[in-house]
């Protein structure tokens, strides 16, 4: 990919060196680039592009919890109490003639700090014209709403829109706006308004489909009734991508089992959960996390009663 500046230069360095973001934030400047090294799985190329981030207060994330429990479990990692920044991941799949993306981001009417996306293609070198596949794990806007560009068309004109059926059904029913809290109502409505943009390009994913040849969908409900993930298999290895089955490097691996107030049904959540990271452990294949640190790549050790994200 060709270096365009020496600014573009300097920062893609620092970045490398994994000063980058630490100085840019305290700029106030966000880096324009993150990319990951490509992991090879055979005839597959998987690398991830950083769509940017978000800003979640912790009261979200864990509705449920003390100010003192949070505090024993953030401290030790030097972690903000009051508020998390996860990274927005999209990994990006390349294979003989097809590029794939996995999620699409928020676009620009989420949070300011995410949306970045097109300019990480661009840096890339990828025209969204070239993009002939998004697979998606759900429909919250941080993983859908970039699916259209300032003109409310699809933003990749040629490509196949893969969503999970249960997804589809349940964004789509007449119910749903009606049941769906108040907080919440504009992720109906965004997906919705997507969705029927995107109509046209659509096709379902069930459960254990091959939707790629090499790339399994694997049910991972409970976050939306519909999540799902994907294993993307090459050579002798394979990768989970895990959408946000997994969403956060210390509650979802220090207590999977405390409710997550991101998940549609905690219940559900935590068993997804806890049965993925008792899968990953024992396995010891990489995971791909949407919001997970290192470009969401890792894998999953076990830490006494619990586990933990090892980057890398
Ligand atoms: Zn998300």
Redesign the pocket.
Known sequence: MAITSPDQLSRRTLLKTGLGLGVAAFAGIRPSFAMSDPIKLGANEVTVISDGN?SLPMNFLLPDRSAEEIEALFKPHGLPTDAAT?D?NITVLRQDDRLVLFDAGAGANFQSSAGELLSGLDDAGIDPADVTDVVFT?A?P??LWGILDDFDDVLYSEATLWVPQAEWDYWRADDTLAKTPEARKSFVVGAQSRFETMEDQVQMIKPGMEVIPGVEAVDTSG?TPGHMSFLIHGGSESVLVV??AI?NSVISFEKPEWNSG?DQDPQKGIETRKALLDRLATDQSRLIG??LPNMGIGRVERSGAAYRFVAG
């Open positions: 978000l996860p927005c759900h919250h941080d993983h976050h959408g946000d969403t991101s949407f919001h």
